[in-house]
């Protein structure tokens, strides 16, 4: 299982593009002094609205001081959380870990990230609530039995005593099954030109050598919520393609390619080919596998012949004027000349002016 610390570094997106994500990702940290002792970051479907640390706290987006105003009371219980209930949760569950692990020194990191995730098709709402201990998945509430599951075995004893704990269990029910999802719909409606915004890619066929892979690249889509393939009469394969990993860009959009090995791909075949690009929601941009359509930035190589007739045609032109001049040496007291130092000398040692 992928540590808890690697998804937080990762944070895969949703599997489909028609559900949207409340996050929020809390850090508690002990022994690290460049930071603060408590970070708390607010994320809708990966964009990063607001943050709490050290003495900041506040939206990141122009449109979070709407939401302010028009729900104070949602941005005064994050105001509360971040600087008091869960600074100390955080700093108190921190200090029993290294207790009960027999830690007295080195850096120690507590995270927790909870929220929802909404589809706004159907309407359905699932919640998610996990802690991680120093890069390590720790526990996480089960919403369907309302218990706790241990991770790992060094959580058995934090799973034992917090499902005792039934008023908190169904504090974070709530939270997360009814009041994430109303927050999340004002998050989309505040929010709806940086969150629901939709930027179609720039596709384009890529291959370095004839031999080598055709890769299909697109860039500049957002958001990230993607799919491209390779498709062969309408149907997607697997056999041959290799998809890479999708990559941001310096804009804030994103970038990803799919190869396909054509090497063993008949040349009359290669229309039957499309790399298919699709927000999963939206509408796919095809392209045809047309040799036409391929960019490189291969050189072809200019031939040895080429390269080598001037540099012949100099030397057999000194060796003549040479050869002449030593011939009549005798009578005209010709001494041979020096060779030129590029083409147009010699042309006016063979041509002088008349």
């Known amino acids: 299982m992928k540590t808890f610390l690697l998804l937080l570094l990762l ?13 929020y990702i809390l850090t508690g940290s002990s022994g690290v002094s460049a930071l603060p002792a ?4 607010i994320e809708v479907n990966n964009i990063q609205i607001g943050y709490c640390g050290g003495d900041i706290f506040g939206p990141k987006q122009d449109w979070g001081q709407t939401v302010a105003e028009n729900d104070p009371d949602q941005v005064e219980w994050y105001r509360h959380e971040c600087n008091e209930n869960k600074t100390r949760f955080f700093n108190k569950t921190i200090s029993t870990l290294k207790q ?18 909404l589809d706004d098709t159907t309407g359905q709402v699932s919640g998610f609530l996990q802690y991680g201990y120093d890069g390590e998945d720790f526990i996480t ?35 997360l099954t009814r009041r994430c999802p109303q927050w999340l719909k004002g998050f989309l409606h505040y929010g709806e030109k940086t969150l629901l915004r939709t930027d179609p890619p720039s596709v384009s066929l890529l291959q370095k050598t004839p031999s080598s892979a055709v890769s299909c690249h697109a860039t500049g889509f957002y958001p990230d919520r993607a799919l491209m393939f390779w498709s062969k ?42 790399c298919v690009f699709q927000f999963e929601d939206k509408n796919r941009t095809i392209t045809e596998l047309d040799k ?11 031939t040895l012949t080429v390269l080598l007739i001037p540099a012949v045609v100099c030397v057999v032109l000194v060796v003549m004027v040479t050869s002449g001049c030593m011939v009549h040496k005798r009578r005209k007291n010709c001494r041979p000349p020096s060779a030129p130092e590029n083409i147009a000398e010699l042309s006016e040692t063979l041509n002088p002016p008349t």
């Open 11 to 23: 944070l895969c997106p949703a599997s489909s593009a028609v559900n949207h994500t409340l996050r």
């Open 233 to 274: 009469d309408g149907e997607e394969i697997h056999e041959g393609v290799e998809h890479g990993e999708i990559l941001p860009n310096h804009d804030g959009t994103f970038q990803m390619t799919v190869d396909l090995n054509v090497s063993s791909v008949p040349e009359e075949d290669w229309r039957r080919y499309h």
């Open 292 to 302: 036409t359509l391929i960019r490189t930035n291969r050189v072809k190589p200019r």
């Open 141 to 175: 509430l089960d919403l369907n039995n309302l218990t706790w599951i241990a991770l790992t075995p060094k959580a058995v004893i934090t799973k034992q005593r917090w499902d005792t704990d039934r008023g908190r269990i169904r504090f974070d029910e709530v939270l």
């Open 38 to 41: 408590f970070l708390a970051v």
């Open 100 to 117: 009960r692990f027999n830690q007295t020194e080195g850096v120690h990191i507590l995270q927790l990230m909870s929220g929802c995730e």
